[in-house]
């Protein structure tokens, strides 16, 4: 069973997290198309950034990587390493080694934008 819903995904980067009930642990996974090029670079962003924001991991790229003031320097730290592995972890190989040496993820970001976007892309 679970060697079929394995091979069934191949291609997509599973985000999972999970979520407390009052009695039952869920377990919810989250499908994004792994980022391949231009072709699906916008439907890439949008649901990347959900899954981002879903995981509380999205303000790195909603401050666009500036460091909010109530935030501790250890804590922005851990929020943009959680966003980077989930960038990481959405895009195709061949783009990982384009991105994998930025230092945060809105660089990322930046850098996937800049080499994927034409005129036909909106950032």
Same mark, same amino acid.
């Given at each position: 069973?679970?060697?079929?819903?394995?091979?069934?995904?191949?291609?997509?980067?599973?985000?999972?997290?999970?979520?407390?009930?009052?009695?039952?642990?869920?377990?919810?996974?989250?499908?994004?198309?792994?980022?391949?090029?231009?072709?699906?670079?916008?439907?890439?962003?949008?649901?990347?950034?959900?899954?981002?924001?879903?995981?509380?991991?999205?303000?790195?790229?909603?401050?666009?990587?500036?460091?909010?003031?109530?935030? $501790? #320097?250890?804590?922005?730290? @851990?929020?943009?390493?959680?966003?980077?592995? =989930?960038?990481?972890? *959405?895009?195709?190989?061949?783009?990982?080694?384009?991105?994998?040496?930025?230092? $945060? #993820?809105?660089?990322?970001? @930046?850098?996937?934008?800049?080499?994927?976007? =034409?005129?036909?892309? *909106?950032?």
């Amino acid at each position: 069973m679970y060697y079929t819903l394995w091979k069934s995904l191949q291609g997509f980067s599973v985000c999972t997290y999970l979520q407390w009930l009052p009695v039952v642990k869920v377990a919810v996974l989250l499908y994004i198309k792994k980022l391949e090029g231009a072709h699906n670079y916008a439907i890439w962003k949008k649901q990347c950034y959900n899954v981002m924001l879903q995981k509380k991991q999205a303000k790195p790229i909603k401050t666009q990587g500036v460091k909010p003031e109530n935030m $501790t #320097a250890e804590e922005w730290e @851990e929020v943009d390493e959680l966003a980077r592995s =989930t960038i990481m972890l *959405s895009v195709s190989d061949s783009l990982l080694f384009n991105i994998e040496n930025k230092d $945060t #993820a809105w660089g990322m970001v @930046e850098q996937i934008g800049g080499s994927l976007c =034409t005129a036909k892309c *909106s950032k």
